[in-house]
T-cell receptor, first 114, second 115 residues
Framework: DVKVTQSSRYLVKRTGEKVFLECVQDMDHENMFWYRQDPGLGLRLIYFSYDVKMKEKGDIPEGYSVSREKKERFSLILESASTNQTSMYLC?????????????FGSGTQLSVL | AQTVTQSQPEMSVQEAETVTLSCTYDTSESDYYLFWYKQPPSRQMILVIRQEAYKQQNATENRFSVNFQKAAKSFSLKISDSQLGDAAMYFCAYRSAYNNNDMRFGAGTRLTVKP
């Protein structure tokens, strides 16, 4: 089975902490994405990457950064966590072959910032 | 920018009955793809069905089918013979044919299936 694995299912952090969310895919996909999921808002794109060391801002990049040093791994970084970053974070990947390609998702990380 | 609207935050259906989830979208593009994703309590998003905008025929996948009305920019999901395992959040999504990285999601509809 193809897999997108997020390192933590639940995470509790304090305001001001630096937080790393890790995502690994085993499908050799070029594209990787970080979404934030909030009730009533659906999924909103934070950042995506289309190649190693390449990244593009999504709709809500403020307060976040990303790192993609290896093709299979895409990290989301909260430089100084704040309570308004409490949310569900979903990682996804896809092939760059065609735009009708579906996204493969991880199981999400529920982050609470206290 | 493209937007996706799901106007039903919650829906419920009796087991074995049929339910339709609504989705509308706004775009000026002529070529795009539409998706319905299911997110069960396990949180793993699963693709239910996809539709290419250039195809007039509505997509079907077993008990799942869509009603795609391109002129009305409507993309509803019909679930027939509902099962308890269909209970989940359902997200409608739009993806541009011109930008592989631009997928837009609706706010979601929570479907409850009553035994």
């Amino acid at each position: 089975d193809v897999k997108v694995t997020q390192s933590s299912r639940y995470l509790v952090k304090r305001t001001g902490e630096k937080v790393f969310l890790e995502c690994v895919q085993d499908m050799d996909h070029e594209n990787m994405f970080w979404y934030r999921q909030d009730p009533g808002l659906g999924l909103r794109l934070i950042y995506f990457s289309y190649d190693v060391k390449m990244k593009e801002k999504g709709d809500i990049p403020e307060g976040y950064s990303v790192s993609r040093e290896k093709k299979e791994r895409f990290s989301l970084i909260l430089e100084s966590a704040s309570t308004n970053q409490t949310s569900m974070y979903l990682c996804a990947s896809s092939s760059s072959g065609a735009t009708n390609e579906k996204l493969f998702f991880g199981s999400g990380t529920q982050l609470s910032v206290l | 920018a493209q937007t996706v609207t799901q106007s039903q935050p919650e829906m419920s259906v009796q087991e074995a009955e049929t339910v339709t989830l609504s989705c509308t979208y706004d775009t000026s593009e002529s070529d795009y793809y539409l998706f319905w994703y299911k997110q069960p309590p396990s949180r793993q998003m699963i693709l239910v069905i996809r539709q290419e905008a250039y195809k007039q025929q509505n997509a079907t996948e077993n008990r799942f089918s869509v009603n795609f009305q391109k002129a009305a920019k409507s993309f509803s999901l019909k679930i027939s013979d509902s099962q308890l395992g269909d209970a989940a959040m359902y997200f409608c999504a739009y993806r541009s044919a011109y930008n592989n990285n631009d997928m837009r999601f609706g706010a979601g509809t929570r479907l409850t299936v009553k035994p």
